[in-house]
T-cell receptor, first 111, second 115 residues
């Protein structure tokens, strides 16, 4: 079973607005990763933030990590219709060898 | 360069049938992973290979599931005597390093429907 939770489960916004998704996890982690999945397709890696980092930017993406609260957030600024997808946070398991994924947030950007 | 590819993209099987799902990782990638994704859920780990060695199969749900990577490149996930609860998307991922904590590169998945 999955060890993380994401909220909201679904988010619907207008093009141009910002979208924020949150992720919580239960164990100590080395890094936290965010992936995007378009309908019916595989996952695409977006960004990785390490446990000694608090914030990281990549284009229109901003990720924060709070290891004391075991939580992370993904902010997408100036959203576009093409950002419509499911977004998953994931972290390496305690023993390595796998990524542990949350249940995901479904983002819909309306044009 | 080419990404991870999987075949078939879609598979419909009758309950009790055996299926074989193929994964072609990115050339030269050492690590290969299989995940199962149920509808509306995040992927769940099945098994991990480092080259040809299957180092972790803790996520395989039953002994009906079997995976191999005999030459350290292409991998096959086999499901014997399929059941309806096996219906899911099966994702393959690879990464260039032995360190399994880093970014993984995913294929498009095989959507399996067991009737």
């Amino acid at each position: 079973s999955q060890q993380g939770e994401e909220d909201p489960q679904a988010l619907s916004i207008q093009e141009g607005e910002n979208a924020t998704m949150n992720c919580s996890y239960k164990t100590s982690i080395n890094n936290l990763q965010w992936y995007r999945q378009n309908s019916g397709r595989g996952l695409v890696h977006l960004i990785l933030i390490r446990s000694n980092e608090r914030e990281k930017h990549s284009g229109r993406l901003r990720v924060t990590l709070d290891t004391s609260k075991k939580s992370s957030s993904l902010l997408i600024t100036a959203s576009r219709a093409a950002d419509t997808a499911s977004y998953f946070c994931a972290h390496p398991s305690a023993g390595g060898n796998k990524l542990v994924f949350g249940a995901g947030t479904i983002l819909r950007v309306k044009s | 360069g080419a990404g991870v590819s999987q075949s078939p993209r879609y598979k419909v099987a009758k309950r009790g049938q055996d299926v074989a799902l193929r994964c072609d990782p990115i050339s030269g990638h050492v690590s290969l992973f299989w995940y199962q994704q149920a509808l509306g859920q995040g992927p769940e780990f099945l098994t991990y290979f480092q080259n040809e060695a299957q180092l972790d199969k803790s996520g395989l749900p039953s002994d009906r599931f079997f995976a191999e990577r005999p030459e350290g490149s292409v991998s096959t996930l086999k499901i014997q005597r399929t059941q309806q609860e096996d219906s899911a998307v099966y994702l393959c991922a690879s990464s260039p390093r032995v360190d399994t904590q880093e970014t993984q590169y995913f294929g498009p998945g095989t959507r399996l429907l067991v009737l």
